[in-house]
């Protein structure tokens, strides 16, 4: 198959809201990070992180390659605002994860649609995993204390979370737009707090701002999904 052809069968998965909200928020984006005198590297980081949204949320394995590039970007300007803990969950998990992703996405894949088969945690495994990432969070915040991180808190229950949100990604839990939802907002009100204290990295806040509103819309839309 043509690439040209391969786009088009893919556009006709994805409704005329979720293409407009898309490329309005592409749009949006670049020119805020202009308007801003914005980091370029930030720039990359947004447009490949709510690429890599957009299409996990509609279950396309290559979401995950777009991840990959937006990963090591994220890494680094994480690690420029002192956020040691996302430096190391994006870089020593993330990245491995959506490589691991791939390769069991592409085990679960209902070929017709070219989207993955999603699942659902029951109650039991709700409880463990909630209890064993409290823990974590704790055991992260205490290691931040120790090496003088910023917002040691929020930065610690960010990189718990995720962890749990990416293991919950990979297992195509439907769960993970709950874990996801709290994650992005906590991130929008870190990165936010940044950018008031004079950090050039708008287009790190807007990336998170988005991914929220894209993570309530998954939300539904998975729950839907499943019930029909």
């Known amino acids: 198959m043509k690439l040209l052809d391969y786009i088009k069968s893919e556009i006709k998965f994805f409704n005329t809201f979720e293409k407009t909200f898309y490329i309005s928020v592409i749009i949006v984006i670049i020119i805020s990070s202009f ?16 690429t890599y949204t957009f299409f996990a949320g509609k279950g396309k394995v290559y979401a995950y390659y777009i991840g990959l590039i937006g990963t090591a970007f994220y890494c680094f300007i994480a690690f420029k605002n002192g956020f040691y803990g996302n430096m190391a969950l994006y870089g020593l998990y993330f990245f491995p994860m959506q490589v691991i992703g791939i390769f069991n996405w592409k085990k ?9 088969f999603k699942t659902t945690l029951k109650t039991k495994e709700r409880f463990l995993y909630f209890a064993s990432t409290a823990f974590l969070a704790f055991i992260i915040y205490q290691i931040l204390l120790l090496n003088g991180g910023k917002s040691p808190i929020l930065d610690a229950f960010v990189t718990a979370f995720s962890v749990f949100g990416q293991l919950l990604t990979v297992k195509r839990c439907f769960e993970q737009w709950i874990v996801w939802s709290c ?23 807007l990336m998170w701002l988005v991914y929220f509103a894209v993570g309530i819309y998954f939300l539904f839309a998975w729950k839907k999904e499943m019930k029909n």
Do not use: P, R
């Open 35 to 50: 308007a801003f005198n914005d980091s370029k590297i930030a720039l990359i980081s947004a447009l490949c992180g709510i």
């Open 108 to 116: 679960h894949l209902n070929k017709e649609k070219n989207q993955i």
């Open 183 to 205: 994650v992005n907002f906590v991130c929008s009100v870190m990165w936010l707090t940044a950018c008031i204290n004079g950090a050039h990295y708008f287009a790190t806040l």
